[in-house]
């Protein structure tokens, strides 16, 4: 059974760099994850997308390490406004063919 | 680009009573899901389909639970009877061919809140 944890919270200060881990089954070499940031009362939001060992976009960085069991979101320089839940999103292909969420990480950023 | 428009955003019923949400995904999007979201847990998938068929339903409730997309567009989900425990948002999302599978992102829309008392 496939499952997809992550940390229930985190604390941080404004200016600082974040990372958060999602711990999922060892998946195969090219089963994406996906990250979103969720605010209350509006839908996931998409942050960034990856399957190799690391992906950077104008926001966000995602590294994937070689053993494939986890993935960690690398948010530079978080501020105030960062403040929401993020989720994983796993895509399991082969027998699997699943996509999984996981826990969700409340980020909480202080000034 | 237009995003995900889902309707209504919040619906009060009754348990027993019924309901229908209505989604129309990203124009050119042939994948659309819907995806149950109950306070402070993850979304779950409930029923994913490509153009007009179903994809995956495995963790759809059948027997209160049923969707439809017509022409491989809009979709509605529909519950009935309502029971208390169906109280959660419902989000409805849609991606390029197989989603994540392919390399292609699942957008959402805003959500449907529903409470049932």
């Known amino acids: 059974l496939a499952k997809t944890t992550q940390p229930i919270s985190m604390d941080s200060y404004e200016g600082q760099e974040v990372n958060i881990t999602c711990s999922h089954n060892?998946?195969?070499?090219?089963?994406?994850i996906t990250w979103y940031q969720q605010f209350p009362s509006q839908g996931p939001r998409f942050i960034i997308q990856?399957?190799?060992t690391k992906v950077t976009n104008e926001v966000a960085s995602l590294f994937i390490p070689a053993d494939r069991k986890s993935s960690t979101l690398s948010l530079p320089r978080v501020s105030l406004s960062d403040t929401a839940v993020y989720y994983c999103?796993?895509?399991?292909?082969?027998?699997?063919?699943?996509?999984?969420f996981g826990t969700g990480t409340l980020l909480a950023v202080q000034p | 680009e237009a995003g995900v428009a889902q309707s209504p955003r919040y619906k009060i019923i009754e348990k027993r009573q019924s309901v229908a949400f209505w989604c129309n995904p990203i124009?050119?999007?042939?994948?659309l899901y819907w995806y149950q979201q109950i306070l402070g847990q993850g979304p779950k998938l409930l029923i994913q389909?490509?153009?007009?068929?179903?994809?995956?339903d495995s963790q759809l409730p059948k027997d209160r639970f049923s969707a439809e997309r017509l022409k491989g567009v809009d979709s509605t989900l529909k519950i009935q009877p309502a029971k208390l425990e169906d109280s959660a948002v419902y989000l409805c999302?849609?991606?390029?061919?197989?989603?994540?599978?392919?390399?292609?992102?699942?957008?959402f829309g805003e959500g449907s809140w529903l409470t049932v008392v």
């Open positions: 999302a849609s991606s390029l061919d197989l989603g994540p599978y392919s390399g292609n992102t699942i957008y």
């Open positions: 060892n998946i195969a070499t090219n089963d994406y």
């Open positions: 990856g399957y190799k």
């Open positions: 999103l796993v895509a399991y292909g082969g027998a699997t063919n699943k996509l999984i």
């Open positions: 124009s050119g999007h042939a994948t």
């Open positions: 389909f490509q153009n007009n068929g179903v994809v995956d």
